[in-house]
Antibody, heavy 127, light 110 residues
């Protein structure tokens, strides 16, 4: 059973870089069957897709965050990570990592939905 | 690009049906068949209930169904049960390798 678990600092100072890691257990992130995404939810608001990466290293980012976001992977640790630079209070949110289905039934194409999520981790931006 | 529009709340009695709408534009919901719906019980991991407008993962009860008409997608929950009480979010591909989510709907089972 594949599980995703987010980890990282719960408090980040304004203007600094937010760094989170998602550890995947029970399956390999290098299988080539999935994209791996980050999604966040500010308190009392809806979800916001941040971006995703594929095994090949290719990435896609939300245009509104693109200039500040980097998503990358450490295949040896079966982890992928999020870095968000120059954070402000507006970046305070619960951050989720999620698996983005790509190859179902042998058919590989971006389906743009998230079939497995972590439970999320709260990151507060405050001095 | 703006988030998709969902009603903040919906409710129904056990056994009844309830439909949650999700309104976008021709650039997202209306332009692609990549609409998905997620159930979220606070403190737990969100769970996909519908993908590609109307497809249901095998573990999801057939009481949940999805549809789309024009720029509006809908999630219908039939035969409401107490455990269906949760927050529901819609999502749609918006072109240019980007995804939008709705603001969420809190479903209350009366």
């Amino acid at each position: 059973q594949v599980q995703l678990l987010e980890s990282g600092p719960g408090l980040v100072k304004p203007s600094q870089t937010l760094s989170l890691t998602c550890t995947v257990s029970g399956g390999s992130i290098s299988s080539g069957r999935y994209y791996w995404s980050w999604i966040r939810q500010p308190a009392g608001k809806g979800l916001e897709w941040i971006g995703r990466m594929f095994t090949s290293g290719s990435t896609n980012y939300n245009p509104s965050l693109k200039s500040r976001v980097t998503i990358s992977a450490d295949m040896s640790k079966n982890q992928f990570s999020l870095k968000l630079t120059s954070v402000t209070a507006a970046d305070t949110a619960v951050y989720y990592c999620a698996r983005d289905d790509y190859c179902s039934g042998g058919n590989c194409y971006s389906r743009w939905y998230f079939d497995l999520w972590g439970r999320g981790t709260l990151v507060t931006v405050s001095s | 690009q703006s988030a998709l529009t969902q009603p903040p709340s919906a409710s129904g009695s056990p056994g009844q049906s309830v439909t949650i709408s999700c309104t976008g534009t021709s650039s997202d919901i209306g332009g692609y068949n990549y609409v998905s719906w997620y159930q979220h019980h606070p403190g737990k991991a969100p769970k996909v209930m519908i993908y590609e407008v109307s497809n249901r993962p095998s573990a999801v009860p057939d009481r949940f169904s999805g549809s789309k008409s024009g720029n509006t997608a809908s999630l219908t929950v039939s035969g409401l049960q107490a455990e269906d009480e949760a927050d529901y979010y819609c999502s749609s591909y918006a072109g240019n390798n980007n995804v939008l989510f709705g603001g969420g709907t809190k479903l209350t089972v009366l």
